[in-house]
């Protein structure tokens, strides 16, 4: 399962929509915190999710998962990203680090080798 962690309701919906129809199993989220409350990231075989979020920031996720062993392979979409986040997401262990608008092939082909990784 893919699972998309993205609080702008029209990026978390384009993205869902996205892999739903590149046959991707696929579960949304809104925040950090209903994503972790849902108890699905040990099904979760990678992870998307935006850098900037109100209360938990998907740097502060990706913490959290690998502070309680739950290692996933993770895709970072952000509007602000900047060279000290790409590198404190990539040293965590994210997969790709992409900015938004994002090209959705290069999406598709790095969810497909995070998840036969």
């Known amino acids: 399962m893919v699972a998309v962690v993205e609080d702008d309701e029209s990026y978390r919906v384009a993205v869902q929509r996205l892999l739903k129809s590149a046959g991707f199993s ?3 989220f809104a925040t950090a915190e209903d994503f972790l409350r849902s108890g699905r990231q040990h099904e979760t075989g990678c ?3 935006d850098i900037r979020m109100p209360e938990m920031s998907g740097l502060d996720l990706q ?3 690998n ?4 290692l996933i392979p993770t ?3 952000t509007a602000h ?3 000290d986040m790409r590198l404190q997401a990539m040293r965590g262990g994210a997969v790709k680090f992409m900015v938004k608008p994002f090209d959705c092939a290069l999406l598709l082909e ?3 080798a995070a998840l036969e990784g």
């Open 26 to 28: 696929v579960q949304s």
């Open 110 to 112: 790095s969810v497909r």
């Open 75 to 77: 895709i970072f979409i």
């Open 47 to 49: 992870l998307i999710t």
């Open 63 to 65: 913490a959290k998962l």
């Open 81 to 83: 990203g900047d060279e």
């Open 67 to 70: 502070a309680d062993h739950c």
